[in-house]
């Protein structure tokens, strides 16, 4: 048995450094005098509040809420202040409610205008306004917008200086490339984050750039090379005397262990953070445990810690919890629990899924925005030169309706290609959504292959351990048959969409901008009835839906976008937008944004 890997990102609440007190002043005088220097000298023209702002972006890195409450004290008096102190005073404030974890998505428009201003006032603060665009794009979930924001951040940062910085750029890269699921990208970028955090004797950033390592060794399901990185970073623990971290990184040498089957070692590494466990690691921790205590032969630990989890333990743990639960009720021939165990895996379990499958549509989706930015990048490129011969043209030769003509054959050329566009989006998401379902295939006969190989290692000398082991097979081979059966259902389905008359026209109106007929959505409604029966009564089973309703519903199904729905139903975008909102509340008590109806639709 495993438990799931959500809970495997562990982080230290907070650094304490055990060094001596008379070390630690002298450090932290320094490091204040180093950030007041390089900040003064990063302010090219000279501002009223110099002095307060070095002293605040020097606290800023490492004492937040002090930054914080210096910050409020001068609020009042930036009504007052001249330009530069005023963006000096913005940028301070964006990067302490960043560090504060504070909610910065509503700053895009300042943190635009930040990157201006310092690049035509002073370069120098232009690699830190530009770091905190790309954070505000990456709080946004724009990973392609923000990842160009770093990238310039590093061409304009001077490569020997700032190492804070370098370590922050490149963290900051590796997470978003991990989102995408670019696991060794990811690892360059960690590296590259070590590298810096090294050279500036950052032991804090060491561990965690090592952690981080260890983590995408971990996606990858390379354990071994997983357990090295814990294992330095662990050691860094040790010599710097910081047990928050120390302890967390011990919990995920302890899950690797389980890993391994090790799980007596694996309890050394579990059982000191036990002790220190809090409210958001506290369900990790004892689904590890109970895991380990599993592993040995300890029930009534195991058993414990489940006991534990179906109080605390969040959706993952609770899954684990009554899995065990139901196993030992079983032993124990308290059958009634048993099933009443059982029931309730069922339901978290249900749960995990739907979790998990979210996760996959939203990496998906960040995966294609990705892609699509670096083509829509390139094909930026080549419509620029295109303009630029045009104008040239309509320069030399100064005939207006050549230019006319060239404009709308670049117009109807762009509606062709959007729509060829739109057709290729909508093959890609069915195939990307096929090809997860075959590799999830894949592993799960993977998987039964080895249960069959206990199987005959096994024998006949534990007969509940033959059974169970059975038994997943039989659990991993209906889930590998329902998964083709719905797979080939899918992609039969909507091919047969795509490829009929109804779609056709659903693409001739939005390139014409036509609002769609009564009887051409009737003939969409048939075509759905025939290929999809039963997507109707679904969506009709979760809540009551109007007309307009259902052919959103039809029309985000076959992934068509907000912006074309608009048209086809003859709404202004927002308001289809709003209609969107509205369903989701209808259908799950909730108002999310839109994406997330459109994924439900999708996945439905």
Same mark, same amino acid.
Not at 191 to 208: K, M, N, P, R, V
């Given at each position: 048995?495993?438990?799931?890997?959500?809970?495997?990102?562990?982080?230290?609440?907070?650094?304490k *450094?055990?060094?001596?007190?008379?070390?630690?002043?002298?450090?932290?005088?320094?490091?204040?005098?180093?950030?007041?220097?390089?900040?003064?000298?990063?302010?090219? &023209?000279?501002?009223?509040?110099?002095?307060?702002?070095?002293?605040?972006?020097?606290?800023?890195?490492?004492r937040?809420?002090?930054?914080d409450?210096?910050?409020q004290t001068?609020?009042p008096?930036?009504?007052?202040?001249?330009?530069?102190?005023?963006?000096?005073?913005?940028l +301070?404030?964006?990067?302490?409610?960043?560090?504060?974890? %504070?909610?910065?998505?509503?700053?895009?428009?300042?943190?635009?205008?930040?990157?201006?201003?310092?690049?035509?006032?002073?370069k120098?603060?232009?690699p830190?306004s530009?770091f905190?665009?790309?954070?505000?794009?990456?709080?946004?979930g724009?990973?392609?917008?923000?990842?160009?924001?770093?990238?310039?951040?590093?061409?304009?940062l001077?490569?020997?200086s700032?190492?804070?910085?370098?370590?922050?750029?490149?963290?900051?890269?590796?997470?978003?490339?991990?989102?995408?699921g670019f696991?060794d990208?990811?690892?360059?970028h960690?590296?590259?984050?070590?590298?810096?955090?090294?050279?500036?004797?950052?032991?804090?950033? $060491?561990?965690?750039?090592?952690r981080?390592?260890?983590?995408?060794?971990?996606?990858?399901?390379?354990?071994?090379?997983?357990?090295?990185? @814990?294992?330095?970073?662990?050691r860094?623990?040790?010599?710097?005397?910081?047990?928050?971290?120390?302890?967390?990184?011990?919990?995920?040498?302890?899950?690797?262990?389980?890993?391994?089957?090790?799980?007596?070692?694996?309890?050394?590494?579990?059982?000191p953070?036990?002790?220190?466990?809090?409210?958001?690691?506290?369900?990790?921790? @004892?689904s590890?445990?109970?895991?380990?205590?599993?592993?040995?032969?300890?029930?009534?630990?195991?058993?414990?810690y489940?006991d534990?989890?179906?109080?605390?333990g969040?959706v993952?743990?609770k =899954?684990?919890?009554?899995?065990?639960?139901? $196993?030992?009720?079983?032993?124990?021939?308290?059958i009634?629990?048993?099933i009443?165990?059982?029931n309730k895996?069922?339901?978290y379990?249900?749960?995990?899924?739907?979790?998990?499958?979210a996760?996959?549509?939203?990496?998906?989706?960040?995966?294609?925005?990705?892609q699509?930015?670096?083509?829509?990048?390139?094909?930026?490129? #080549?419509?620029?030169k295109?303009?630029?011969?045009?104008?040239?043209m309509?320069?030399?030769?100064g005939?207006?309706?050549?230019?006319?003509?060239?404009? +709308?054959?670049?117009?109807?050329k762009?509606k062709?290609r959007?729509?060829?566009d739109?057709?290729? %989006? &909508?093959?890609?998401i069915?195939?990307?959504?096929?090809?997860?379902?075959?590799?999830r295939?894949a #592993? /799960?006969?993977?998987?039964?292959?080895?249960l069959?190989?206990?199987?005959?290692?096994?024998?006949t000398?534990?007969?509940?351990?033959r059974? &169970?082991?059975?038994?997943?097979v039989? #659990?991993?081979?209906c889930? /590998?048959?329902?998964?083709?059966l719905?797979?080939?259902?899918?992609?039969?389905s909507?091919?047969?969409?795509?490829?009929?008359?109804?779609?056709?026209?659903?693409?001739?109106?939005? &390139?014409?901008?036509?609002?769609?007929?009564?009887?051409?959505?009737? *003939?969409?409604h048939?075509?759905?009835?025939?290929?999809l029966?039963?997507?109707?009564?679904t969506? =009709?089973g979760?809540?009551?839906?109007?007309?307009?309703?259902?052919?959103?519903?039809m029309?985000l199904?076959?992934?068509?976008?907000i912006?074309?729905?608009?048209?086809?139903?003859?709404?202004r975008?927002?308001?289809?937008?709003?209609?969107?909102?509205?369903?989701?509340?209808?259908?799950?008590?909730?108002?999310?944004p839109?994406?997330?109806?459109?994924?439900?639709?999708?996945?439905?």
């Amino acid at each position: 048995m495993n438990t799931d890997s959500n809970y495997f990102y562990i982080f230290a609440a907070e650094n304490k *450094d055990k060094g001596s007190m008379k070390n630690k002043k002298r450090n932290a005088l320094w490091a204040t005098l180093s950030s007041i220097i390089l900040f003064l000298a990063a302010c090219g &023209q000279r501002g009223q509040y110099d002095a307060q702002f070095a002293q605040i972006d020097s606290l800023a890195d490492v004492r937040p809420k002090e930054a914080d409450s210096l910050l409020q004290t001068l609020a009042p008096a930036m009504s007052e202040a001249a330009e530069t102190d005023t963006m000096c005073y913005a940028l +301070l404030r964006l990067k302490t409610d960043d560090k504060l974890y %504070r909610n910065i998505t509503d700053r895009q428009p300042l943190s635009q205008r930040l990157v201006e201003y310092f690049e035509h006032h002073n370069k120098s603060l232009l690699p830190t306004s530009l770091f905190y665009a790309g954070r505000v794009c990456a709080d946004l979930g724009d990973a392609p917008q923000a990842l160009e924001y770093y990238q310039k951040t590093l061409e304009t940062l001077p490569v020997d200086s700032n190492t804070k910085l370098h370590d922050l750029i490149h963290t900051q890269i590796g997470y978003l490339f991990n989102y995408q699921g670019f696991f060794d990208d990811a690892i360059n970028h960690f590296q590259s984050a070590l590298h810096w955090s090294e050279l500036g004797h950052d032991t804090t950033a $060491q561990i965690f750039n090592l952690r981080d390592i260890g983590v995408m060794y971990y996606m990858k399901n390379n354990i071994d090379s997983s357990h090295v990185y @814990y294992q330095k970073a662990l050691r860094l623990c040790l010599l710097s005397g910081k047990e928050d971290m120390r302890i967390g990184i011990m919990s995920q040498i302890a899950r690797n262990l389980n890993m391994r089957q090790q799980y007596g070692k694996a309890l050394e590494f579990i059982r000191p953070a036990l002790v220190n466990a809090d409210s958001t690691s506290i369900s990790g921790f @004892y689904s590890i445990a109970s895991e380990a205590y599993w592993g040995v032969g300890m029930i009534d630990s195991a058993r414990y810690y489940a006991d534990k989890l179906c109080i605390f333990g969040n959706v993952y743990g609770k =899954r684990w919890a009554y899995e065990v639960l139901m $196993q030992v009720n079983g032993q124990n021939g308290n059958i009634p629990s048993a099933i009443d165990n059982l029931n309730k895996y069922k339901v978290y379990d249900d749960s995990v899924h739907r979790l998990d499958n979210a996760a996959i549509v939203k990496r998906m989706d960040a995966m294609y925005n990705y892609q699509l930015h670096q083509k829509e990048a390139l094909k930026l490129k #080549e419509a620029n030169k295109r303009k630029q011969r045009i104008i040239w043209m309509s320069l030399l030769f100064g005939i207006p309706t050549v230019v006319a003509l060239l404009i +709308l054959l670049l117009y109807y050329k762009d509606k062709r290609r959007q729509s060829e566009d739109e057709v290729l %989006r &909508q093959r890609t998401i069915v195939n990307q959504i096929h090809n997860n379902s075959k590799q999830r295939i894949a #592993e /799960n006969e993977k998987r039964i292959a080895e249960l069959k190989e206990r199987l005959t290692e096994i024998g006949t000398e534990s007969e509940f351990q033959r059974k &169970q082991l059975e038994q997943q097979v039989k #659990e991993l081979t209906c889930k /590998n048959d329902l998964a083709e059966l719905v797979n080939n259902h899918r992609n039969i389905s909507l091919e047969m969409i795509l490829n009929s008359n109804a779609y056709a026209t659903i693409r001739a109106n939005i &390139q014409e901008s036509a609002i769609m007929r009564e009887g051409q959505w009737d *003939d969409l409604h048939r075509k759905f009835c025939l290929s999809l029966p039963n997507f109707e009564s679904t969506l =009709r089973g979760l809540c009551r839906i109007s007309e307009i309703e259902l052919r959103i519903c039809m029309l985000l199904k076959l992934g068509v976008s907000i912006k074309h729905i608009s048209v086809l139903i003859g709404r202004r975008e927002n308001s289809v937008s709003m209609a969107t909102r509205r369903l989701f509340f209808k259908m799950f008590g909730d108002t999310p944004p839109t994406a997330n109806l459109a994924d439900f639709i999708r996945e439905l």
